[in-house]
T-cell receptor, first 114, second 115 residues
Framework: GENVEQHPSTLSVQEGDSAVIKCTYS??????FPWYKQELGKRPQLIID?????GEKKDQRIAVTLNKTAKHFSLHITETQPEDSAVYFC?????????????FGKGTMLLVSP | GAVVSQHPSWVICKSGTSVKIECRSL??????MFWYRQFPKQSLMLMAT?????????EQGVEKDKFLINHASLTLSTLTVTSAHPEDSSFYIC???????????FGEGSWLTVV
């Protein structure tokens, strides 16, 4: 089955700095890669996703890049703010249907200091 | 966007009793729902895939007789933790995707504490 590795496990940055979280996946058939932000005790919130036919996607301060050859994808947050502090999870799934199960990385705890 | 509702949001039960958690898709039909468990400071671990009208598919290491899943309609899946023990205390969360799209929506999650 799919295996997703996520690094780093914790990341501390100063407000205004950029943050980068990296994930690798094992199954070359995976073609949908969402990123979730989870605050303590709350549901994961989808913040951005990318499909395998795209190499990069950007939404305001958040961007995701995908390298299918190397089987890795990254989340980039620019101009970080204290409210960006949370746990971020990457995930990968097989197939184009939402029926496919998500395999999550172990998560990255991001702390943005004022 | 699509909404998935989960109930209860938290529950405390005595060891040996059973607890039922509901997951509802409020404005779309979900033929497939997923149940996850999340221990503190850990990632979401898939427990089982719930299919409407058929038996759930359990992940390796998850006891199907302990974690009963019922998906009787296109908008409701339930997870029953039977004979709960303190080690079952965790954050349980469901997700679902709509038939038309391939975005996955999560419920609010349910905190289970077994005392």
């Amino acid at each position: 089955g799919e295996n997703v590795e996520q690094h780093p496990s914790t990341l501390s940055v100063q407000e205004g700095d950029s943050a980068v979280i990296k994930c690798t996946y094992s199954d070359s058939a995976s073609n949908y890669f969402p990123w979730y932000k989870q605050e303590l005790g709350k549901r994961p919130q989808l913040i951005i996703d990318i499909r395998s036919n795209v190499g990069e996607k950007k939404d305001q301060r958040i961007a995701v890049t995908l390298n299918k050859t190397a089987k890795h994808f990254s989340l980039h947050i620019t101009e970080t703010q204290p409210e960006d502090s949370a746990v971020y999870f990457c995930a990968a799934t097989l197939g184009s249907s939402g029926y496919s199960t998500l395999t999550f990385g172990k998560g990255t705890m991001l702390l943005v200091s004022p | 966007g699509a909404v998935v509702s989960q109930h209860p949001s938290w529950v405390i039960c005595k060891s040996g009793t059973s607890v039922k958690i509901e997951c509802r898709s409020l404005d779309f039909q979900a033929t497939t729902m997923f149940w996850y468990r999340q221990f503190p400071k850990q990632s979401l671990m898939l427990m089982a895939t719930s299919n409407e009208g058929s038996k759930a598919t359990y992940e390796q290491g998850v006891e199907k007789d302990k974690f009963l899943i019922n998906h009787a309609s296109l908008t409701l899946s339930t997870l029953t933790v039977t004979s709960a023990h303190p080690e079952d205390s965790s954050f349980y969360i469901c997700s679902a995707s709509s038939v038309s799209g391939n975005t996955i929506y999560f419920g609010e999650g349910s905190w289970l504490t077994v005392v």
